[in-house]
């Protein structure tokens, strides 16, 4: 659940600065109108696409560890519809990152991974209350 939370928190802020560079955008291309821009706008909208890479890649590194607590294995890094890469110029070279179809893959599978452990649960909570039934049943009859 913490994990969830920082995830949440870590989108909502990049989430937010992407929003900051929107407007910034827009605000600057009211006012080059018919002007040459210098390759300021083109900058404005690489740093918006490195923002929305980051988002990509925190996405899949929350899916990843989501997947390896519940021992999922993850699609083969050399399947094209489930990865792109990625290179944020940091020195740490390219990464890889969940495409949509990746991410709904995943999803998918860690939701039947879910749904299996609480059928297990579901399955013990029945047998224990059938099994209390049972003994307060016995016990009333024993009584008498």
């Known amino acids: 659940m913490l994990a969830y939370l920082q995830y949440r928190k870590n989108l909502h802020s990049l989430k937010k ?3 900051t560079l929107e407007n910034e955008y827009v605000k600057i291309k009211k006012s080059y109108e018919g002007k040459d ?3 300021h706008l ?3 909208a690489a740093q918006q696409d490195d923002l929305d ?3 990509e890649y925190k ?3 929350y899916f990843i560890s989501k997947a390896d607590s519940l021992l999922i294995p993850m699609p083969d890094e050399s399947e094209t ?3 792109t890469t990625h290179d944020f110029g940091d020195g740490s070279g ?3 990152i969940l495409t949509l179809n990746g991410i709904r893959h995943l999803k998918s599978k860690i939701r ?3 749904k299996a452990k609480r059928e297990v649960i579901a399955f013990y909570f029945t047998l224990c209350t059938g099994l209390i039934g049972a003994v307060i049943g016995l016990v009333s009859v024993l009584k008498k």
């Open 112 to 114: 039947d991974e879910q």
């Open 94 to 96: 390219s990464v890889k």
């Open 81 to 83: 519809l489930m990865y």
């Open 17 to 19: 600065k992407v929003a």
């Open 42 to 44: 083109s900058f404005l």
């Open 53 to 55: 890479m980051w988002i």
């Open 37 to 39: 821009d210098q390759g």
């Open 59 to 61: 996405k899949t590194s």
